[in-house]
T-cell receptor, first 112, second 115 residues
C-alpha cells in the first residue's frame, strides 16, 4: 500500500501560470481533502470531497478549483497562480469525517 | 475568533519532564477530536484520538472537557524524540444539506525537548 501520494513534490511557478496538483490514495477512502500550510497559520482547508463526483469549499477556496472524477484521485488546480499561493500543500484522505486522516508527503509550491 | 485555538509555544522542557497542552474549540456541536504530530517539513500523523472518557497510550494521555470546550494532551517522561509540533483537530459541522463534519486544525503547539 502506498497510502496517499502527491505529485509533484516541488514546483516553482511564475505569476499567472497554471498547474494541477495530483493526489492519489489506495485505501478506498470516500473523503479527500486539500490543505495549505503557511508559517504560523496551521493547516487550512481549501476544498474537500465526500465522494466521487462531489466537491465542496473549505475555509480558503478562492483561487483554487478541484475535481474528483475517480474515487482514488483528487486534483487541485491553480488557474492563474499568485505569490500569495506560495505554500506547502497537503492532501489527505479518510474513511469518514470521524476517523483518522492519512496525509500525503506534501507539495512545496513557490510562485514568483 | 478562530474556531480551534492552541498556544503556539514553543514549550521548551528538559528530558524527563511532564508537559501538557490545551486546545479550545468554539463549536459546542463538535463531534470528533484528535491530536496529530507533525515533524519539521513532514506531513501530520495521527498521535491519538480523543474520546469522551479520555484515553491513554503509553506516555501520552488525551482528555476531553465538553463543558469547557477544550481537549488536552499530557506527555509524561518527555524524550528528545518528542520534539515536534502537536496539532489539535476538531470536526466541526459544515452546516450543509446531508450534513458532514469537516476537520478544523489548530495552528499547532511547538514542543522542544532538550537534554
Amino acid at each position: 500500500n502506498a497510502g496517499v501520494t502527491q505529485t509533484p513534490k516541488f514546483r516553482v511557478l511564475k505569476t499567472g501560470q497554471s498547474m494541477t496538483l495530483l493526489c492519489a490514495q489506495d485505501m478506498n477512502h470516500e473523503y479527500m481533502y486539500w490543505y495549505r500550510q503557511d508559517p504560523g497559520m496551521g493547516l487550512r482547508l481549501i476544498h474537500y470531497s465526500v465522494g466521487e463526483g462531489t466537491t465542496a469549499k473549505g475555509e480558503v477556496p478562492d483561487g483554487y478549483n478541484v475535481s474528483r472524477l475517480k474515487k482514488q484521485n483528487f486534483l487541485l488546480g491553480l488557474e492563474s497562480a499568485a505569490p500569495s499561493q506560495t505554500s506547502v500543500y497537503f492532501c489527505a484522505s479518510s474513511y469518514s469525517t470521524s476517523s483518522e486522516q492519512f496525509f500525503g508527503p506534501g507539495t512545496r509550491l513557490t510562485v514568483l | 475568533r478562530k474556531e480551534v485555538e492552541q498556544d503556539p509555544g514553543p514549550f521548551n522542557v528538559p528530558e524527563g519532564a511532564t508537559v501538557a497542552f490545551n486546545c479550545t474549540y468554539s463549536n459546542s456541536a463538535s463531534q470528533s477530536f484528535f491530536w496529530y504530530r507533525q515533524d519539521c517539513r513532514k506531513e501530520p500523523k495521527l498521535l491519538m484520538s480523543v474520546y469522551s472518557s479520555g484515553n491513554e497510550d503509553g506516555r501520552f494521555t488525551a482528555q476531553l472537557n465538553r463543558a469547557s470546550q477544550y481537549i488536552s494532551l499530557l506527555i509524561r517522561d518527555s524524550k528528545l524524540s518528542d520534539s515536534a509540533t502537536y496539532l489539535c483537530v476538531v470536526n466541526i459541522d459544515a452546516l450543509r444539506p446531508g450534513g458532514s463534519y469537516i476537520p478544523t486544525f489548530g495552528r499547532g503547539t511547538s514542543l522542544i525537548v532538550h537534554p
